[in-house]
């Protein structure tokens, strides 16, 4: 859902996904000599709640040793900035949002003519469309107050049930929709280990209904396959399972429901069914309802149920560009799946192509640094807003070179790129310490999602999501599928809550983490980024084209102008 309203001077543009509200705002001119920074009070009517809402950054002259994970309200510490986001919010719920600007000395603030929005955020649950996100990150402030930052195998069910935020459960909740005989399941897994997962697939067996599931089971040094065959003998799944011992990856994570051969929904997303996949590393599921495209999923299905080969010889590649050709022509409201691997690039260069066509703005996450192919794209300087999400600046090899690659483009006016991170701090400091993983071993700590969004915020929206990475491997080499959506503002309403919410959470540690790295020893006392500014024109960033951290950029799109 989106919004937007002027009033007093203020233009602010509300968009609600399901856990987000993302709120843009500008301010006219004349308003800006002595702004403080702006307060958001949120008034719930479903809970008859109406309070200010806080955050980490204090004026030091009034408030200059806060206690670690410490928040404060926004009516005396105001937020300086043009974007600020609720993500405390509640799915399929009206919300009231009164932006006030705050004036005056800091230590006695004046409010001044606000303006208020009313919105209504997305149901969990589409028609058509739903979208699940985890936290994506269990190195958080929350999770080290909620938790003490244990593991949550020590913490017990409530920091599983806190890291899933709805994504295991909508993993179960799918296979519980097929009820018994007549119904099926058909299924491709990378990593094949959750019990939860697993145990609810026996259980659909046992009460009738068909279930068959392709897992990797290919012999390589890194591979799961060896964890994948643990884990199905002890959930005793032999007898529904499929291995794909041939290619390099079989790298799909998606299930088809169907009613007598009919499909019914497709289950799809970045996320491996495994701890770390469910409740650490940020990750999503998307589940589609009807016919399409579940039925070619399927036929996708079945060609991997004969483990086909990879080689040159083989169709394997060749049928599945016939099963989903890429590029296509995307009518409005319309959406086409690609099955990989393929005999070339074209699709990897049909994302490509989309990205470029980006009018307004351009927001993607890379798992495995970024293809120089879309580091072009981010590479110009035209205007547009690009922002992008990051596990680290670089994969394999040239590893110095892809650092610099990425960190030239951070220094563009119109590009915003957040690497991964988190605060390695003491209880002694501002913050908390913060969990760095949720087990012991893992590959990918913080991102893994796979998704790009195009002019998210127009009237014509383009997602792009699924298992593949923006890679060529992704595309030649490995077995994935993706999906390409337009023109669907619900979809792109959730998933570009669920960017920002991630980006300005490893944009702050990565600053952190920076900072740490040129000065050893140093504590957040030291950090002036930690306090709000209290003297001079913080606003003159976010009013000067050109400027180096894109504030002005950032500005105008979020707030529509």
Not at 171 to 188: C, P, T, Y
Not at 235 to 252: C, E, F, Q, Y
Not at 294 to 302: E, G, I, M, N, Q
Not at 312 to 337: C, F, G, I, T, W
Request: aromatic content about 12%; proline content about 6%.
């Amino acid at each position: 859902m989106r919004t937007r309203k002027t009033d007093n001077g203020i233009t602010v543009n509300a968009v609600a996904g399901t856990y987000v509200v993302l709120l843009g705002w500008t301010i006219e001119e004349r308003l800006r000599p002595g702004l403080r920074g702006f307060a958001v009070k949120r008034t719930d009517p479903v809970e008859q709640e109406t309070y200010w809402m806080k955050g980490a950054k204090t004026f030091k002259s009034v408030n200059p040793y806060p206690a670690p994970g410490e928040q404060f309200s926004s009516l005396q510490h105001p937020f300086q900035s043009f974007q600020w986001a609720d993500y405390s919010a509640k799915p399929d719920r009206p919300y009231t949002y009164e932006l006030v600007p705050m004036y005056g000395d800091p230590n006695a603030l004046e409010a001044h003519p606000s303006v208020s929005v009313d919105v209504h955020t997305e149901s969990t649950h589409g028609s058509d469309h739903s979208v699940f996100f985890n936290r994506g990150s269990p190195a958080t402030q929350e999770y080290a107050r909620r938790f003490q930052n244990k593991k949550p195998s020590v913490a017990g069910p409530g920091a599983y049930q806190w890291l899933s935020r709805g994504l295991e459960e909508s993993i179960l909740a799918f296979i519980r929709r097929a009820e018994g005989k007549g119904w099926s399941l058909r299924g491709a897994f990378y990593e094949f280990q959750w019990k939860s997962v697993l145990e609810e697939l026996g259980a659909a067996r046992d009460r009738g209904v068909s279930v068959k599931i392709v897992f990797d089971d290919i012999e390589s040094a890194t591979g799961p396959w060896t964890d994948n065959e643990t884990a199905i003998k002890a959930a005793k799944l032999s007898d529904i399972v499929i291995p794909r011992t041939n290619g390099t990856l079989m790298h799909n994570k998606f299930l088809v429901l169907s009613k007598d051969e009919t499909p019914q929904a497709l289950l799809f997303g970045s996320t491996n069914l495994t701890e770390n996949g469910i409740f650490g590393h940020a990750n999503c599921v998307h589940v589609i309802e009807g016919d399409d495209p579940a039925r070619k999923y399927l036929a996708y299905f079945d060609a991997l149920t004969g483990d086909p080969l990879t080689t040159r010889e083989s169709r394997y590649k060749q049928d599945n560009v016939d099963r989903s050709p890429a590029p296509v022509e995307l009518e409005a409201q319309h959406l086409a799946p690609v099955f990989s691997p393929r005999p070339d690039l074209k699709a990897l260069q049909w994302y490509v192509d989309l990205a470029d066509e980006a009018d307004k703005g351009l927001f993607m996450t890379f798992a495995f640094g970024m293809n120089d192919l879309f580091a072009n794209i981010y590479g110009q300087q035209d205007g547009i807003l690009r922002m992008a999400l990051m596990e680290q600046e670089w994969n394999g090899r040239n590893k110095e070179a892809q650092i610099a690659k990425v960190r030239a483009l951070q220094a563009l006016p119109n590009v915003v790129i957040a690497i991964g991170n988190r605060i390695p701090l003491s209880g002694f400091d501002q913050w908390l310490g913060e969990l760095e993983r949720v087990t012991s071993r893992v590959n990918v700590h913080w991102v893994h999602t796979k998704f790009m969004l195009v002019d998210p915020l127009g009237t014509d929206p383009v997602v792009v999501t699924g298992s593949a990475n923006f890679s060529d491997a992704s595309t030649k080499t490995n077995d994935e599928n993706m999906v390409v959506i337009r023109g669907s503002t619900r979809v792109a309403d959730i998933y570009m809550g669920e960017f920002f919410r991630l980006h300005s959470h490893y944009a702050f540690r990565q600053a952190v983490g920076i900072f740490l790295e040129k000065n050893p020893g140093a504590s957040p006392e030291d950090f002036e980024r930690r306090f709000l500014q209290d003297q001079g024109d913080w606003t003159q960033d976010y009013f000067t084209p050109g400027d180096r951290n894109a504030r002005t950029a950032r500005r105008l799109y979020f707030s529509a102008s």
